[in-house]
Structure formats: structure tokens, C-alpha cells
């Protein structure tokens, strides 16, 4: 037995020695905070991109409406034929891209008593309380829009522009809110009856 304890001390200095694999190894230890990090990275990315898109839809529908031209329109009086007609036109041009759910899109336009009474906060997704009201001519009007983006990597660590909430109506899951507002007085146009509920 004696000869089997000779070799020992050889192979544990091959073992501890032996550098082969290590590339493979480390590649292991490093692959999944480097993946995550990259896959973090492009849902940040992404997430702005649409963020920008939602704000800049919102900044072009709020001249439209600064104007009187979705007040004159008779076949706009509520939120849904607003957003179906000018932020997902079919027909037309469509103000958000084609990769937003625009069923998910929640919609608040009103007019503002005083410039205190202004609320531009991003809960417009799970209000009940919303409403689609233009204002007439020299008012002053608030149009905030949001929309709930499903998110892979619920961490707010990169991205603290973008809310983080898990409590959007009828969903399941965590999603990043996007908003868009804007604030504006309506030019003088004519005579104009609001929606009702106004």
C-alpha cells in the first residue's frame, strides 16, 4: 500500500497547478452580472426610446388641440375616438409608434382652474377618474397620457426617469410608466360644446 501514497503529492501539485480551463472558468464567473448588465443595458434603451415617442405623439396632439381643430371635430368626444383618431389614427398618420398596445394608452385631458391646480403627476393609468375635456378658447389645458411598458429587469438602478409600478389595473407583473404631458392654452377659436362629464 505504501506505493499508492507516493503519487499524491504529484497529482495534487498538477491539480493546483495545472492552469488549463481557467479561460472557461472565468468566462463562467463573469458571463451572467455581464449578460445582465448588457440585457439592463438595451431595456434602458429601449425604455427612453419609447418614452420619447409617447412625449413627442403627446407635444404633437397638444398643437392640434391648441388650435381648435379636435374641438371642431365633431366626431371626438371622448378620450377613446381622440386616441383612435389622432395618437393611433388607422387611417392616416399615427402619432405612436406601432409597437405600443394603444388599448393600454390612459388618457386624461382637462382644464386647469389655476395654474396651483395643475397636476402633471404619471398615476393617469390607474385613475378612474380621467377625463377627456379640450377646453375653449383661452383656457388653459392639461393632457397627460401614460402607458404601462412591460419590463424584464424590474430594477430602477439605471433609469429613475421612468416610474416602476406593479399595480396597473387588469395586468399582472412589473411595468415601467411611461408619461407624457403637456401644458397649454387653447387659442381662441368659435363656439365649442364640451363633452359631457366636463
Known amino acids: ?14 491539480f493546483f497547478f495545472n492552469n488549463r480551463g481557467t479561460s472557461a472558468v472565468e468566462f463562467g464567473l463573469l458571463a451572467t452580472p455581464f449578460l ?4 439592463a443595458t438595451l431595456e434602458v434603451g429601449y425604455t427612453h426610446f419609447q418614452q420619447a415617442a ?9 398643437r392640434t388641440m391648441a388650435i381648435g381643430s379636435i374641438q371642431n371635430n365633431t366626431s371626438i368626444n371622448d378620450a377613446v375616438s381622440f386616441r383612435d383618431t389622432y395618437l393611433c389614427a388607422s387611417n392616416g398618420k399615427r402619432l405612436i409608434p406601432s409597437n405600443f398596445d394603444c ?11 389655476s395654474l396651483n391646480a395643475i397636476n402633471v403627476t404619471n398615476d393617469v393609468y390607474k385613475s378612474a377618474s380621467n377625463k377627456f375635456c379640450p377646453g375653449q378658447g383661452g383656457t388653459t389645458v392639461v ?3 401614460t402607458y404601462p411598458l412591460p419590463t424584464i429587469f424590474p430594477v430602477n438602478i439605471f433609469n429613475r426617469s421612468v416610474g416602476l409600478a406593479n399595480d396597473v389595473p387588469n395586468r399582472t407583473g412589473w411595468f415601467r410608466i411611461l408619461s407624457g404631458s403637456a ?3 387653447i387659442e381662441p377659436f368659435g363656439s365649442y ?3 359631457s362629464g366636463c
Open 1 to 14: 500500500m505504501p506505493w499508492r501514497w507516493k503519487g499524491r503529492p504529484k497529482l495534487l501539485k498538477r
Open 36 to 39: 445582465g448588465i448588457v440585457f
Open 54 to 62: 409617447l412625449a413627442e405623439a403627446v407635444d404633437q396632439v397638444a
Open 103 to 113: 388599448n393600454r394608452l390612459a388618457i386624461d385631458v382637462r382644464p386647469a382652474s
Open 143 to 145: 393632457m397627460r397620457v
Open 183 to 185: 401644458i397649454f392654452m
Open 193 to 195: 360644446v364640451p363633452p
